[in-house]
């Protein structure tokens, strides 16, 4: 099964950043995709859908530092649902993209500067892959997993 989600957007605001009593960091984030077509009269409209984004650890610190509202953004991760009591006691909902990478692009803000290499793709640095000291301690939740060695799904059409 896969839960994989891939937005190419703008930035509608600055991360919103968190950090929580055990020490982990955490930043959200909305970003806009837009959509053009041609309605039934043959004139041009464009929908805009927005996506709310969560970044945890050091890819939140990353944001912190890099991202800015209107800036284009690539962004990679699995889509979650989750529930929770507002204020009043109703049960409220959200669906939110969790990040796994991001990328800044080109073609968003025009006075944003050129120190990203631009592109649409993940860039190796962007890579989920835990650094040297991380994978050194014991922290198995930090870990990633170890390949199977199963290529059960290498006839995949995709």
């Known amino acids: ?18 950090r929580l009593e055990n020490g982990a960091v955490v930043a959200k984030f909305p970003i806009a995709t837009n959509e053009n077509y041609k309605d039934k009269s043959g ?8 996506h709310d984004i969560v ?11 890099t991202l800015k509202k209107g800036m284009g953004v690539y962004v990679e991760g699995k889509l979650t649902h989750r529930s929770w009591q507002d204020q ?18 080109s073609g968003g803000r025009r006075d944003e500067s050129s120190g990203s290499s631009g592109g649409y793709f993940p860039a190796p640095e962007d890579e989920m892959s835990p650094s040297p000291q991380k994978a050194s301690n014991n922290d ?19």
């Open 43 to 50: 004139e041009w409209q464009s929908q805009t859908e927005w």
């Open 140 to 158: 198995s939740s930090s870990a990633m997993p170890e390949e199977s060695g199963n290529t059960a799904d290498d006839d995949l059409p995709f």
């Open 88 to 105: 009043d006691g109703n049960t409220r909902y959200t669906t939110e993209v969790v990040g796994s990478y991001f990328r800044i692009i």
């Open 55 to 65: 970044v945890w650890r050091t890819l939140a610190e990353r944001a912190e530092s």
């Open 1 to 18: 099964m896969v839960n994989r989600v891939i937005l190419i957007g703008n930035l509608g605001r600055d991360p919103e950043i968190r």
